[in-house]
């Protein structure tokens, strides 16, 4: 797992677990911890491996025993890094961007369950059209050409595992997310977050990508600052 610290003089420390097939290079998740850094904070950027056969090993535990070397600092998850940031300790407050806690309708269940006992860790299924209006309409073509197109069936048995073992969600966290968003399941946001500490946008599954990306900067900072208190009477319109 490649991890990297932005802003060495930052006065706070965020913890920041980036989506499946994220990279810090790519313009738009450059842009979103280009926004932490100026707020001030200190951001240890984890880069998920986008093939693994073991969850807790090749997820989970680096970025867990990471953690436990910081005193206090906030949380940040997109995606596949909310799955990861969800089973993390320690952290004052948890946003959490697109929580990828479930799979789309994209992805039957059927299908999932059988190819899940499929005995092979070879990237040979394909993850559909991770395009503009699947991320956003900002999603930039490096982004888009350098995203990989496929998974192994140890890669969905894992991450189906670790979606059903969800923890009990932080009752002060909140999540950013879009009604429209082709890539994760709404059912267990709605399941385990309350109404009132989601803010919806209009746009794909990243924020980040979103067409109005900058109307929810000073929210989502505010998020991770003062936990949910700071979203229950500043949601914006989606936009």
Known sequence: MRHRIFNEDGDEELVFVMGWGNRWTHENVSWLIGQL?????RVHAFELPTN???FKADWLEPVAEY???LEEYQLLGHSAGSLVAQALDGADNHVYLSPWWGYGEGFPEPVLEAVSKLPTTFPCLPVGDLDREALGERATDHQI??????ISPAFVRETRRAQSELLTIDHDA???CSLRD?????RPIGERVPAEHVVLYNGGHELFSAPGRDRYVDLLLAALEDGSDAVEERKPIPA
């Open 37 to 41: 850094t100026e707020a001030g904070y």
């Open 52 to 54: 693994i056969d073991d």
């Open 67 to 69: 953690v436990r070397d």
């Open 145 to 150: 050409e350098t995203t990989p197109s496929w």
């Open 174 to 176: 909140v999540v950013f």
């Open 182 to 186: 082709p890539v994760v399941s709404l």
